[in-house]
Structure formats: C-alpha cells, structure tokens
C-alpha cells in the first residue's frame, strides 16, 4: 500500500513522457517533409547565433519592456525546472525535498531565489495579460490572432499563473508544517521562503492533516500541470521554448539582401546560353523536372518548415511590415501561421493515409495565403530583422512569387510589363540599351 | 566638360581603370536619377578617381526580375553581365543604386561573377578620409538633415555608417527618424513595387514614410538609392512641400557643397 503514489507518479509522468516524445517525432516528421537544404557549414558561427540569440535573447531586448519581462520569464522558467529534478527524484522514492540535506544552506538559497523568480514570473505574466487584453496592443489584435491563436496566448499565462501560484501554495504549506507542527514526521526543517512566508497567516488555524493535504495536493497538482503543459506545446505557438535553439542555429548566416539563386534555373540558363553545351550532361534530364517556387509546403525547405513550427506569433513581424502598416493584406506572422498549420494538416493527412499523402483539394498558396498577400511585399527584410528567434517569412514569400511567375504565369500585368523590357531592353523601362550612355553627353 | 571613359575605350587603349562606376538602370534613364549619377561622376572626376562605365554594354543586373519571381531572366541577366564583366576583367564595381550593390555583390558570385562592390557613399567616405575630396565651406552648415536608410543597403548588407558620416562631413546636423537604422522603414519601392500598383490599403508607404520623415522637421530629405529619391520626392509632393523640401541624394549634396 506504501508504495501507491509512487506507482502512479512513475505512471503519469512516464505517460506524459511518451506522449511528449511521440508530438516530437511527428513535428521532426512533418519539418523533414520539406526539401534538403545545406546549413551544416560554418558551425562556430551557428553556435554563437544559438548562444547570442536563443539563449541570451539578444534579439528580445531591442523591445525593452517586452524583452526584459520576457528575460524574467524564461530565467524564471529555467531555473525552477532545476526544482522540477527534485520533484521527479522524490516522487519516485517518495522522498521530500530529497536534495536539502546534501546542498545545505545553498538548499535554502536555491528555494529562495527560486520563490523570488516564482513572483517576478507572476508580475511579469500579469504585465504581459495586460498589454493583451487591456492596452490591447494593436498587434495582438490583428486578423490572424482571432479564435485559436488569441485563446492560445492567454492560455500559457493562465497556464503559468496557476503554475507558480501552486508552487508558493505548495512551499507556503511546507513552512507552516514546519513552524507550527515541528514534529511532523517526514516534514524535515528545510528551505526559506521569502514570499511564501506571508501566506502562513493564512495557515495559522490549520490542522496539520488539512497541511499536508494542501501541501500534497499542491505538489501533484504542480507537477501534472507541468506535465500536461509540456505537452500542450505540440498544439500551441509555445513550441518555441524548444524550438527556437534549433531554429537559431540552422537560421540563414549570409547577408539579408543575399536570396538563393535557384541551382536548376543555373543549369537551363547555362545551356541557353552555351550553344556547345551538351544538353544530355544537365543531371537532371530524365528524372522528373523539378517545379519551380513553392505553392505547397512540401515545395520549401526544412528550414522554413522549421521556421513555421518555431514563430511564437509575436507579431514583431507584422508590426514592422510596411505593408501591414499601411493596411494591406499581407502579414508576415500570418504568413508562418498558415504555413505551420497547412504543414499540420498535411502532416496528420499523411499519419492517417499510411504514411502517405491523400489529395485534400488544398495547398498553401491559394487556400491559406492569398496572391495578394504575396504581392504586396517589398522584401524589405524589416520582418526578418524584426524576429527574435530569427525566423524568415520573406524567403517564403519569395518562393511562392516563383512558382507564380514561373509555373503560373501569373504575375501582375505591370510586372509583366517590366519584365518583357528588360527581356529586349536590358531595362525595367521601354528605352533602348543603345541610349544607356546618352547621360554622359550632358555633363 | 567631363569625358566619361568606357571599358571598351580603354580597352582599345590598353588602359585598365581602377574602378568600374555601374550607373544602373534608373541611373541611366531616369530624369531625376541621372542627375545623382552626374553629379557622382564629378565627384570621381574632381577626386581624380580612374574609372570607366560599361555604357551601352551595361544590362539590368536582374534585381527587379528576381524579386518579381523571375529566376530565369534573373539569372539570364546576371549571366550575360558577368560575362561581360569577366571578359574586362573586372575587379572592383561602385554603384549608386543599393539594388545593383546588393545583387552584384551578394547575388553574381556563386553565378561565377566575384567582385569588390561597394556603394558610392563608401567610396566617397574613403575619398573624404584619404583627403581626395575636401569640403572647405559647408554649404549645408548646421542644416538639419534626415537620412532615409535604403533597405538593400541598410538592412540587407549592414551599411549605416558611411552615409551618416557624409552628412556629418557636411557639418549638417542629422536628425533620426523614429524608425531609422536596421529598423527603418521601407520607402515601398522594393520587390519590384517601384514597377506596380500598390496592393489595396488605407495609404501607400512613401507617404507613410514621408510623414516619419517630416516628424524629423528636415530643411533636406538624404537619400542613397534612385527608388526611394524617387518614392521620397513623391510623398513630399504629395505633402505639397516640394518648394521648400528637397529630397538629394549624398552625392549630390557633396557635389553641391563642393560647387561642382
Ligand atoms: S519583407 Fe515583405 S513581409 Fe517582410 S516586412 Fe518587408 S514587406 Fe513585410
Ligand atoms: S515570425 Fe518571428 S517575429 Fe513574426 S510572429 Fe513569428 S516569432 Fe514573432
């Protein structure tokens, strides 16, 4: 009978566990649908991105208040998951607070910074509650933040509100054990607690069994919560705890201005204008010919579909589009959004259909971001620059205006125009390249 | 009168010029813009620079097919440039418009075109340092002067300081605007917008921009690509303060300082 909760503590966490590990092995499924590209060069600098960006959050802080309420929580965060090792450890010998008597007083220091970041993480979740739904800070409002995503993003902070209020709950319990039931077996003096100790007014006519019952609820309570919310991440825009440190590293190193130059467009140009080239020597003759763009995401990279999985829909993007800003369709946010949930989708079709894809009708492009959209961009880079875990919507964007120009034909008619000039005249304008020089006759 | 030298001129004479100034497209026929590449060929003249255009060889680098979609005439484009370019064996381009810098530089090389690009307020910050141009009596003295960050130079290779230091040259006090730097907004000509209708919106972006530029209270707009001069000149228009606002390219401001 002694051994019960132990049991059913292995048992939920190690459901949680596998659980967990199955969402991971179907989004490294759905990122690895994406075509091959190389970003295993120049590992030193990838590191450092990682380093700089992921986990210093260089990127958060050109934001000041965002940045630095985030700092506070994601420290907040890191620091009390080293809580969480303790928490695993007694719950399965059914120990408590196993680690104090080998740490000491560095025991209590740990505890205490940890309540201390328990309440600046509740301040700063409050703060970020907020600048949602009472300043309603225009980019959280926008078009693509109705329903889910909206519902999404208070979610988490409720989520990390009761997190961290069971977990002062929980160590205020303890105190009041330990100061007005000293003798409570198996409630070793342990620990300081600089914010819980002003619950224990609350405490004060408690018995010590309704003690140990908050205290042990608290505790179950504490851990499932973060077992359910770890795997609340597969279905939510939080996956970025993770996958931002990936997303980083992998991220494009080269100039911003620098697009890919399409290596199969390479190959064609070559033999246009190589009137001795052997056309049969081109690799790629008979296999089937490789479509041009993206209008699917199966068309992009995995980087990009990583991209899709990482955005946090922070709408740092967004905001700093000039296009958005002047009342446009396009959204780069809305542009990562549906590429992640068109990948979902896609995904879970081919999960359903053994492993393989079964036509729906849809794609990316057409169903979930429109032509205009595409269009209006003017691959400024301001929504790359603006990402705080480094994600690329333009390279999206530019894709998709590939596969419309090139497999659809469909570009505007004024570009089109631009076009056929500078096919005859080697200008965007109708003026002959023979007039090129004319200028220099009038210095 | 200033004698501009092709590559195919000095070729014929057996001379090989430093550097070779790519006017662009807009550089070449454009009313407005042709007058920032005159002005910036007195500049090379003035500071004894030796250089050549390509003149009538010279083609659109590309830039404007490839942020249509058009990989194909892009890459046709760059293609027949860079062998044009190889064949003069060229080692080192200055170009005024950020969107020939960044595709020549960025794009040309894994095509087979490997250059020194740089645009031409670095070369005129290097000219001013190494004293080859000089500016006695700041005729912009104590001006108030915005500089509007081109996006293909600013955000997408990183260069912010050369310009700014031109207009501190100038003794010209240069005021930010609220978004400036690596995040300064776009003027909207970029992605091949220059040649489009504008996307259905509440306001086109120049205007938009505009307006942050006028936040700043400039006696003169400073621009470094012919697009967003362009772009620029229209939303003061619009603003109807064309008299009073001009919108100059550094180039010009320095040819103009200089008398030139
Ligand atoms: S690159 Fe395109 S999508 Fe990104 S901010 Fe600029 S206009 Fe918007
Ligand atoms: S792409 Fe980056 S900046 Fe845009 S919403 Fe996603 S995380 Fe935020």
Redesign the pocket.
Known sequence: MELVPNFIFITIVSVAIGFFIRSINQIRHNILLGKPIDRSDNAKARWKNMTRIALGQSKMVSRPIAGILHVVVYIGFILINIELLEIIVDGILGTHRIFAPFLGDFYNFLIASFEVLALLVLISVLVFWSRRNIIRIQRFWKDEMKGWPKLDADLILYFEVVLMSLFLTMNGADLAIQTFYPDASHYIKAGSFPVSQFLLPLFENYSLSSLITIERSSWWMHITGILIFLNYLYYSKHLHILLAFPNTFFANLRAKGAFVNNPNVTNEVKLMLDPNADPYASPDTDEDVEKFGASEVTDLNWVQLLNAYTCTECGR?TS?????QTGKL?S?RKIMMDTRDRLTEVGNNIKSNKGEFKPDGKQLLGDYISHEEIWA????????EACPVDID??SI?MRMREYLVMEESAAPMDLNNMMSNIENNGAPWPFNQQDRANWTKEI | MIRVPTLAECLASGKTPEILFWVGCAGSFDERAKKITKAFVKLLDNAGVDFAVLGAEESCTGDPAKRSGNEFLFQMQAMTNIEVLNAYEVNKIVTTCPHCFNTLKNEYPELGGNYEVIHHTQLLRDLLEEGRITIVEGSFKGKRITYHDPCYLGRANNVYEAPRELIRKLDAELVEMKSCKSRGL?CGAG?AQMFKEPEKGNKDINIERTEQALETKPDIIAAGCPFCNTMLSDGVKNKEKEDSLPVMDLAEMIATAKDL
Not at chain 1, 377 to 384: F, I, K, P, Y
Request: aromatic share 0%; glycine share 4%; hydrophobic share 30%.
């Open positions: 993007c700093e589009c000039p296009a958005n396009l780069p961009c003017t691959s400024c880079n301001a929504c790359v919507p333009l964007i | 776009c992605g």
